[in-house]
């Protein structure tokens, strides 16, 4: 009996640890963006969609002009490729990195860090940036709720997130 009991104690608080693990479950949930280019090199991106929910981006909300953020919610979003590509004509060798950003009003930094396996940008380390390119902003079209990345079979890696628009190349 007191067997029993263990094993359905156990049991029970594996299942309350998975359901606190469940990360579609967080005000912001994790998203893919996935594509394979033209040229064949795969490119993912795993990262967490936070919302505006009436906040100010730039205020209330990331990312601050200037200051290093991690392009999405929770863990620091990753940025993959299966083979060498050009990222706005720059080299980036094959691999995982962590995905951040500087915002700008006139201009973004695009950073792809070896780093990869952090929460946010708070163990961020300008050291361990592989690349960086700079690329100019828009005003979107549509306001867009939940950051969003696309990835387009010809290389366009599109950000929207509120009225921002923030293309890069990859080839």
């Not at 795993?46 to 002009?65: A, C, F, H, M, W």
């Not at 995905?99 to 946010?120: C, M, P, R, S, V």
């Amino acid at each position: 009996m007191k067997s029993l009991l263990l094993f359905v104690s156990a049991c029970a608080i594996t299942l309350f640890a998975s359901a606190q693990q469940d990360k579609a479950t967080r005000p912001s949930p994790p998203a893919t963006a996935s594509q394979t280019l033209t040229g064949g090199a795969v490119v993912t991106i795993d990262y967490s969609q936070p919302s505006v929910r009436g906040r100010t981006i730039g205020k209330d909300l990331e990312p601050i002009n200037g200051k290093v953020w991690r392009t999405g919610a929770n863990e620091a979003t990753v940025f993959q490729v299966n083979k060498g590509v050009k990222v706005e004509g720059k080299e980036l060798p094959p691999g995982k990195y962590g995905l951040f950003t500087i915002a700008g009003d006139n201009e973004w930094t695009i950073i792809f860090n070896k780093t990869w396996n952090q929460w946010g940008a708070f163990q961020y380390k300008e050291a361990d940036d592989v690349l960086r390119v700079k690329v100019k902003p828009i005003k979107s079209k549509t306001f867009t709720e939940k950051m969003t990345f696309t990835v387009n079979k010809n290389g366009t890696i599109t950000l929207l997130w509120g009225d921002w628009q923030v293309d890069f190349r990859v080839e």
